[in-house]
């Protein structure tokens, strides 16, 4: 850059931020809609928990095939993902981190909105790092569909 220094970030280089933009790539790829980016985020075995939401425990391939279907009815949803924690240990490591959901749910007049926990248990693979197993806590929900909270 003339007159300047190149201020350009070369990526994530800590175990910890390379955890914290897999989990942002987790929430881009939810809220775009973007399946082949959310397959990988995971790796091809991993199982995904989101029973607290009523989903069952399936594979990653079962729950994209759910939501390519359950997600084309949501206009809109917008994950934030925060207070990440990752107890690294080589090359495995647990992580917890909060999320704030808004969203906008077919048939719902105002806007809805869910709160948790994720709680993951990634490897590091040739890829970098993947979620190999994905518990969802939901902890709270406001204008779920049907009533209640």
């Given at each position: 850059?003339?007159?300047?220094?190149?201020?350009?970030?070369?990526?994530?280089?800590?175990?910890?931020?390379?955890?914290?933009?897999?989990?942002?790539?987790?929430?881009?790829?939810?809220?775009?809609?973007?399946?082949?980016?959310?397959?990988?985020?995971?790796?091809?075995?991993?199982?995904?928990?989101?029973?607290s939401?009523?989903?069952?425990?399936?594979?990653?391939?079962?729950?994209?095939?759910?939501?390519?279907?359950?997600?084309?009815?949501?206009?809109?949803s917008?994950?934030?993902?925060?207070?990440?924690?990752a107890?690294?240990?080589?090359?495995?490591?647990?992580?917890?981190?909060?999320?704030?959901?808004?969203?906008?749910?077919?048939?719902?007049?105002?806007?809805s909105?869910?709160?948790?926990?994720?709680?993951?248990?990634?490897?590091?693979?040739?890829?970098?790092?993947?979620?190999?197993?994905?518990?969802?806590?939901?902890?709270?929900?406001?204008?779920?569909?049907?009533?209640?909270?």
């Amino acid at each position: 850059m003339p007159g300047g220094q190149d201020h350009r970030h070369a990526g994530p280089v800590t175990d910890s931020e390379q955890i914290a933009a897999l989990l942002y790539r987790y929430a881009r790829a939810v809220d775009t809609k973007d399946w082949d980016l959310y397959r990988s985020v995971f790796t091809d075995d991993a199982v995904i928990d989101y029973s607290s939401a009523g989903i069952p425990v399936r594979s990653r391939e079962e729950i994209v095939e759910f939501f390519t279907q359950a997600f084309t009815a949501i206009p809109w949803s917008m994950h934030y993902i925060t207070n990440i924690e990752a107890d690294i240990d080589g090359d495995t490591a647990d992580v917890r981190a909060m999320f704030y959901n808004p969203m906008q749910l077919p048939g719902m007049a105002e806007q809805s909105a869910c709160g948790g926990y994720y709680f993951h248990r990634l490897v590091r693979t040739a890829d970098g790092w993947r979620s190999r197993h994905l518990r969802e806590d939901n902890v709270w929900f406001v204008n779920r569909p049907g009533g209640g909270t």
